[in-house]
């Protein structure tokens, strides 16, 4: 399962999809949230073949209990957040149990990173600090 939230265009999505297809990796992303009705991801599942589910996360204990469902009767085994925007509960994590969760972060952390570090405010802060390497961070969530 992808979580994604606010306008995700959905290139991390993309670049999954991609891969796991390019390398013949048997693996099949099984459902897509998005947060946003008119979020373009939408689009972009529907091309690729993907099933996608808009939940609206304006009341946030109503969406975990959305996406725990989502959860429980599909066949997921992982959750990434690829774009997706919004801090989710130490509860809604505990009751996953053993199903991870990985954040996809668009630079390296700790740097760049932290409250309001999302989207284009991320890549600033890269480019107006001149490091010489950037790259994306990839990290397990926990309560």
Sequence with gaps: MVLSSGNSRGSNLAAMHRFFTMQEIPVRIALVVYTKRSAPI??????????????????????????????????ISLIALAGFLKQLSAGFISQLGNIPILNIHPALLPDFGGKGMYGHRVHESVFNSKEQFSGATIHKVDP
């Design 42 to 75: 939408a689009g972009l599942c529907a091309s690729l073949g993907i099933p996608a589910l808009w939940i609206s996360s304006k009341d946030p204990e109503a969406f975990e209990r959305q996406v725990l469902h989502q959860v429980m009767t599909g066949d």
